[in-house]
């Protein structure tokens, strides 16, 4: 069966079949599902002349369509994309299970026992953007926590996502596993009509555009893994390394300003800001970043006036936005005004301020003297990223595979009953960890 | 300021007020928020006379109303439960501090140092039935884990509410901190409004009935942490010790039939069904309980035939649907059919069933050789329960305290930029945990 076969079943009954091939992963032991990542690895490696072709095909279609280069790029899979992709699937296999760990172990009165074990999720709904190297990451962190996984990419990456899937069923078929443990959707209609399964997702990652990720927040009762918003900020406290402050700018806004950890505003503390300000604007405008600054900004260096709207843009481009505050609450409060709380850092030589900007600071990530860039589940050291969320609940911030599961709690006895447990004489919980 | 005057203020500039006296509760100590328990303890002693009075009123009104006898004893605050409740609120003092437990201390690299600190969630909504002592437990478990509460209690508690609120205020000022921490909504319209705050309510913990908790998950986009079904299953597998097995059904069913975690169905295996079903009849029909089975059930005892909607029925009363199966695979694939993934257990002397069980049935507890009622959090030694949540993600199950707060990452560094650490010549990252 190929993947566009399963456009024709019909979506809650495709969930449903992946729910099952999910329960045959979820019951293999780690060992086995690092060999089925090895046969996938393998399986991309004999069928990457074929891939390559079906993303040649795409990249020339999405060029007759006016691709911008930027997309373009994305969509582009070259020979040493998709090896680093295969090295992934590979280099997956020295993360630890994350299946089976115990995470409590109890004994709630003499031989009654309880513990609780993590476990996967069950049925995964990915929707990423036209990048095609992003459906191996998914398919492969999926498989590696025990998931199944119902994966939609942008339409522009159509073939090279039916082809990848292919390898990845021809890889789980070499190790006599269910192929719609990992199955591919191909139409915008299929997608939305998978907002409404809530009894048979588990969970919904969507990447993309913000205005997708907000779409589906708002149009799913799923829970949604993901961020709609980056609107991050560098607070330049009174007592700042001029220097380190005007080179955290810098990598926050230009190192890659596309992505959600960039910042997009930057809080200066009046006191400091006759030094900061000339220095930052000069080495910002070196790297082509469009400044719009607050009245006191203004007054300091040359820049647009920004408008009351700027606060809250996500520019996600060379464009940085500048106010001046009195005070490290002033900028607390304007941060806790604007911010989508993803990531927020300030630069300060003041351990006390440091402290105060960690400590109440509402934000998955808080920094003290580093680029917000750092906030990222590869540079945190998980591996391997599912997504940033920037919900309160866990998992906030970046997400790595723990993400991807749960737990159970799984409780043995030897015939207990709460009547003896309740009441006059009530037998008592020992509650001991063990 | 008195609980009522509450209602005069837009309900999202209220949500807002009890987000900032939230902040300023998170930033205290441990001990302080601890000693703030005490000082609602003694307020609540001091107030206990007119507490009583304003709840006889309630009782009074209700009984006017025709108000069933069980609901009346919810409604009803004796002394006697008035200060077993307080006494409640003294005991969490005993619980570990759930605030600024680091969970990941870990080098990323030379000087560059992340944190997993769990922190609170923000503004709790907490909608509960008209039973006044939960709102002391609610409001001091905010308290505890540093969150800010708006609580909504059943209409027939009102006056018990709001007199139990001015209590609660009264020893919130009385250690200097802001009452809007905790406060009160006495209207339906106002919870319904409730639902839309998503940017203002960080969870909301809806409790009372399946419909109500249904209607909340379904109308808004605000967390929600709890359940609408509860139909629970004992499997009695072939080679279950008979005895046990009746004693497990007759607790699992009867102990407490309107509990989330009494059991609905009984599912037997075909070769014990011949031995057990007429023993556990027996005490099942002693016990009050109304049997209904299959076709193989009722040729074995007597029983009133089961619909096919039986399976699909929380009775949350004396009646239990009893089913005979030819496999633990069949009885597995009804409980994922039928169930509501709350608990589900297995009575067998076969170690490997058992095992099989456990880790096939895909719900919050699974049980082997014990009764369904032990799934609540005091009984997990979690001293404090929030509610029991069915959702997959965590956290799941019965939920303590750590429902309550979330974690946030804290990065220190010295200047790190990420140009740095990426490209051709980028600085490796240690990740090294402490």
């Known amino acids: 069966m190929v993947a566009s076969d399963f456009a024709t079943i019909p979506l809650a009954e495709m969930a449903q079949q992946t729910r099952q091939a999910a329960r045959q992963l979820a019951g293999l032991s780690g060992d086995t599902r690092d060999r089925a990542l090895e046969a996938i690895a393998a399986a991309l490696e004999s069928l990457s002349p074929t891939i390559l072709a079906a993303n040649a095909a795409d990249c020339d279609a999405a060029i007759a369509d006016g691709i911008s280069p930027a ?15 295969i090295a992934g699937v590979r280099s997956l296999r020295q993360l630890p299970d994350p299946l089976g760990q115990v995470q409590i172990d109890r004994e709630l009165a003499p ?17 990423f953007e036209a990048r095609p190297e992003a459906l191996i990451q998914i398919a492969s962190l999926a498989i590696k926590s025990g998931n199944g996984v119902i994966l939609k990419g942008g339409k522009e990456a159509v073939r090279s996502c039916q082809m990848l899937t292919a390898a990845v069923h021809r890889g789980l078929a070499a190790m006599g596993l269910p192929t719609a443990a990992v199955q591919l959707l191909t139409t915008r209609a299929e997608t939305q009509a998978l907002l409404a399964l809530e009894n048979d997702i588990d969970l919904i990652v969507p990447r993309g555009s913000n205005d997708f990720v907000r779409y589906v927040q708002r149009h799913t009762n799923i829970p949604v893994l ?84 700027d606060w809250s843009l996500e520019y996600s481009d060379l464009i940085l936005a500048i106010k001046v505050v009195d005070s490290a609450e002033a900028a607390i409060a304007h941060i806790h ?23 109440q600071v509402d934000a998955a990530s808080v920094f003290h003297n580093c680029s917000t860039r750092f906030a990222d589940g590869f540079r945190y050291g998980f591996g391997a990223e599912v997504g940033i969320s920037t919900q309160k609940l866990p998992p906030r911030g970046p997400v790595g595979l723990e993400g991807l599961v749960t737990y159970q709690y799984q409780v043995t006895g030897r015939g207990q009953i709460v009547a003896d447990y309740t009441g006059e004489n009530a037998q008592p919980f020992t509650h001991r960890d063990r």
């Open 71 to 85: 997309l373009h790029a994305r969509l582009k899979l070259s020979e040493t994309k998709l090896a680093a992709t």
């Open 111 to 127: 031989d009654l026992l309880l513990k609780r074990v993590t476990c996967p999720l069950g049925v995964l709904a990915v929707v």
């Open 226 to 309: 993901g961020h709609a918003d980056g609107i991050c900020h560098l607070y330049v406290d009174a007592s700042a390394d001029v220097d380190m402050a005007v080179r955290l700018t810098v990598d926050a806004k230009t190192q890659y300003p596309a992505a959600c950890n960039a910042i997009e505003t930057l809080l200066v503390h009046a006191q400091i800001a006759p030094d900061f300000l000339p220095a930052v604007a000069r080495a910002l405008t070196d790297a082509g970043v469009q400044l719009r600054g607050d009245s006191q900004t203004c007054g300091l260096i040359a820049a647009l006036p920004a408008e009351a709207s």
């Open 337 to 359: 005004t604007y911010g989508s709380r993803h990531t927020e850092a300030i630069a300060t030589t003041d351990a006390q301020v440091a402290a105060q900007f960690l400590n």
